[in-house]
Structures are given as C-alpha cells and as structure tokens.
C-alpha cells in the first residue's frame, strides 16, 4: 500500500471505509478515553469521528496522507482552517480539530505535542503486515505514559479476501502493543466487504 494508492482512492472517490457519521463502536466506547485528553487520531481520511471527538471536549490531532481529504473535511462543515505548515506536514485547523496532512511516519513529538490518548479505527488494518510494526511503533513514540487508545481491528481468513482493509487478530495486537494492557470491550459480526467473508470486528482499550 504505497502513497500513490491512497491518493489514487481519493482522487477516484473509492472511498467506501469513510462512513460519514460517527463510528457505532466509537460512540458507544468513547468514554473509555479520558475526559478533555489530547486525542491522536492517525490515518483519520475526513472521518466524522473528529467532530465527534471535539464535540465531546477532547483536542484531536489527526493525521492524513492525502491532503484533499483534509480540506474536504473542514469544507464539508463549513470551516475556514487556519492553515500553517509544521516539520514535514501542513496544518490545518477549526473548531477543535487539528489535521496534519502528510505521511503518518513523518510525524514528530513536537509536531503533535502531548498525546494522552488516541483512536485507530481503520487504521492499523488499512496497512499491510510488513509496514504495521513500524506503524505502531511510531504511534507509540507519540504517545505520553499511560495513553489510552480505542482501536478497532477485523478478524478474517486473509486468504479469503486481500486488504486493505486487513486482517489483525487478538495475538498480533497484542504482540505490537507488548507491555501495554489489551482490553477487549466488544465484537460484533462487521458489515461492508468484510461481511462476505464472515469477519468480526473488535474494539479494544489499549492502555499504557
Ligand atoms: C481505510 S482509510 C480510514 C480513514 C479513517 N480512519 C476512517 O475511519 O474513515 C485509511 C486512511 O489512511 C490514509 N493513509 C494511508 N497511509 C498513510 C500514511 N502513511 N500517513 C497518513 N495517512 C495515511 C489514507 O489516505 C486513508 O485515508
């Protein structure tokens, strides 16, 4: 999965992971992030999930490749982002929400700040197993001490269906996020695509 195919997916609006409303699984487990936190939201395409994020009192940061789908998100709301650049990304930012627009991996300490918690949801699964230590190491890199994260993953039979979005199953999670407490807070039988291949859909607290 390289930069030219997620811009190519925007730019041909193959876009069916964007849900344009907040996520099922985020609005019921949202409160398992502390309240008023600094929210790191990495690959966050324009998903609603920010406003809602923002809307219940946290700062969010997310972060995207493909800069049409950040100025899609605030010109869907109606917002004028004040725009600056920081390190290797352009920053944007309204009402809350801060979007960096540049590659995940590009991204410093200094340019997110304190980050208390975070939200992955088609995330660590739009990457392919090799890219996804490194992924999450550098999530981890940003993170403060004791960081609490919602993360959604897909469970399948890869061999039934190529990602993105991909299969991570409960010992892969665990394994990237070693040391940390994994915690499952709900499944469900998932929809879209993966629905075909009889996937479940997990929400975790990742803690620490
Ligand atoms: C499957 S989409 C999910 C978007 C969003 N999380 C959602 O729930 O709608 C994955 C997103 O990650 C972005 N992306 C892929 N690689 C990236 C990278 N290296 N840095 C930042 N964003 C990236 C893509 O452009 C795409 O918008």
């Known amino acids: ?35 008023k936190s600094r929210v790191l939201v990495p690959l966050c395409g324009k998903a609603a999930d920010l406003a809602y994020l923002a809307a219940l009192g946290h700062e969010v940061v997310g972060v995207e490749l493909v800069e049409s789908a950040v100025r899609g998100f605030f010109a869907e709301r109606g917002l004028t982002p004040v725009e600056s650049t920081v390190g290797a990304l352009r920053r944007f930012e309204a009402d809350g929400v801060v979007l960096l627009a540049g590659d995940f991996f590009a991204v410093t300490t200094a340019d997110v700040g304190r ?85 479940i859909e997990r929400c975790w607290r990742v803690r620490g």
């Open 1 to 35: 999965m390289d930069h030219a195919f997620w811009h190519e997916r925007w730019r041909d609006g193959r876009i069916a992971f964007h849900e344009g409303q907040p996520n099922a699984l985020l609005s019921r487990h949202a409160g398992e992030l502390p309240a």
């Open 115 to 199: 980050i208390d918690a975070f939200y992955d949801r088609a995330a660590i699964i739009a990457l392919p197993p090799d890219l996804r230590p490194a992924y999450v190491r550098h999530l981890r890199g940003l993170l403060a001490p004791a960081a609490v994260g919602v993360v959604i993953t897909l469970q399948y039979d890869q061999t039934r269906m190529d990602g993105p979005p991909f299969a991570v199953g409960e010992a892969e999670l665990r394994a990237h996020f070693a040391g940390a407490q994994v915690e499952l807070l709900h499944e469900r039988v998932a929809g879209g695509r993966a629905a075909e291949v009889g996937a």
